[in-house]
């Protein structure tokens, strides 16, 4: 059962990646509620060592200017052993780091996961060929099949 599990999550990872990457923005359906998924992305993060820099709750700021937002929160992140190296290939990367992750529940009441493709970054930028990006992909993959897994 947890091999299949497992294939199940990489495979939606996977296609959620080819489908999703044209436009840099990598989206994955969570099986959790949106602040469930934040946690999970929260303790995750810090798991593996990386820093926390903000987690924004976006439908708190809606409703602090008398809107309504279904729940949308993003987590802000990284780490300067990997960021610092995409940043050599060009450092106008910086303006897409720290890393980012956001959840939010669409109309229908499903939640998503999103976020920058480091492979999209790097052709933004010009820098198809830095080394550090094929990693930071794995790295992202990773934590967020973490976060989708039961």
Request: aromatic letters at 8%.
């Amino acid at each position: 059962m947890k091999l299949f599990n497992f294939l199940l999550t990489f495979l939606t990872v996977t296609f959620a990646s080819l489908t999703m990457a044209a436009d840099g923005l990598i989206v994955v359906k969570s099986p959790h509620n949106t602040k469930d998924t934040m946690n999970r992305l929260e303790d995750i993060v810090k798991q593996r060592g990386l820093n926390i820099f903000a987690r924004i709750d976006h439908a708190a700021g809606a409703a602090n200017v008398g809107k309504t937002l279904r729940p949308t929160e993003l987590l802000i992140f990284g780490n300067p052993q990997g960021g610092t190296p995409f940043m050599e290939c060009a450092q106008s990367v910086g303006i897409d780091l720290p890393l980012k992750v956001l959840a939010w529940e669409d109309a229908s009441g499903h939640v998503w996961l999103g976020y920058n493709s480091p492979e999209f970054l790097a052709q933004r930028h010009g820098i198809t060929d830095c080394p550090v990006v094929t990693n930071l992909q794995k790295a992202l993959s990773g934590i967020i099949e973490t976060v989708i897994s039961h």
